[in-house]
């Protein structure tokens, strides 16, 4: 299989329209999408020969790493489940330009309407005040939130880490790790157009896991080992709770 495209989240309801929008990224048929989260879809989403889903009531760094871990693709995208993906084929764009050598996409986005995030610059860690401040996290390195790259590379690396529950962050991390392991990263096109409602009932175990994570993320990377910080444990999920009590309770 060409390309696996996971995708975690909660809001099921929303998988066709997911599914149905990535033809607007990729002409590619050789592709499947896994959903990862605790809802499970509608049985017209789950009769879908190249839809997988896997159920897990983790945190969402848990339920991205359990993507990459039961995706078949030679290549993979992941991605988020609030939005649809933009009519810029830009899954197909990003494999005409994708570095041969550890090479890799960053794939831009937009949320909830922040248009700044169209200026390249952004997508910069010197931009972000928390990420500068961070003295060993370099000014230059590419923020990856989003991106298409080999598996077996990304496995190698080891994926997310789940000790940071919140997907930014444990993505900034990976960011990091990548850019120190010698990823050749190169920006494409804009992937998605995802929501950011922060009144929506579903954010408030979001926001709380990114203010836990934000000191955990300042204490790996206020520290000198951090400049050599790559690759990990793709089994560090089994030790991010089973059920995100932030979300689910204890």
Not at 60 to 67: E, I
Not at 118 to 137: D, E, F, G, I, T
């Amino acid at each position: 299989m060409k390309l696996s495209i996971f995708i975690a989240g909660y809001r099921a309801e929303n998988w066709l329209s997911v599914y149905n929008s990535v033809s607007q990224a990729t002409v590619m048929q050789d592709y499947e999408i896994v959903f990862v989260g605790p809802n499970e879809p509608s049985k017209e989403v789950l009769d879908i020969p190249n839809i997988r889903f896997i159920q897990d009531f983790g945190c969402p760094s848990r339920c991205y790493q359990l993507g990459l871990l039961h995706s078949k693709g030679e290549y993979v995208v992941w991605a988020a489940d609030d939005g649809v993906f933009s009519p810029t084929l830009a899954i197909d764009k990003a494999f005409e330009i994708l570095p041969a050598n550890k090479g890799v996409v960053m794939l831009r986005y937009i949320e909830g309407g922040k248009r700044e995030m169209s200026n390249l610059a952004w997508w910069r860690m010197k931009y972000h005040r928390m990420l500068a401040q961070a003295p060993y996290v370099p000014n230059d390195y590419i923020v990856i939130m989003l991106a298409l790259m080999r598996r077996d590379h990304l496995m190698n690396l080891g994926g997310w880490d789940c000790t940071l529950e919140h997907v930014g962050l444990s993505c900034v991390d990976l960011s990091i790790r990548l850019q120190n392991d010698g990823a050749e990263v190169v920006i494409g096109e804009n992937l998605m157009d995802t929501s950011l409602d922060k009144k929506e009932a579903g954010h408030a175990p979001v926001k709380q896991a990114h203010k836990a994570d934000k000191s955990l993320f300042n204490r790996m990377y206020h520290h000198e080992h951090a400049a050599s910080r790559g690759v990990i444990d793709p089994d560090n999920w089994h030790n991010a709770q089973a059920k995100w009590h932030r979300r689910f309770g204890r």
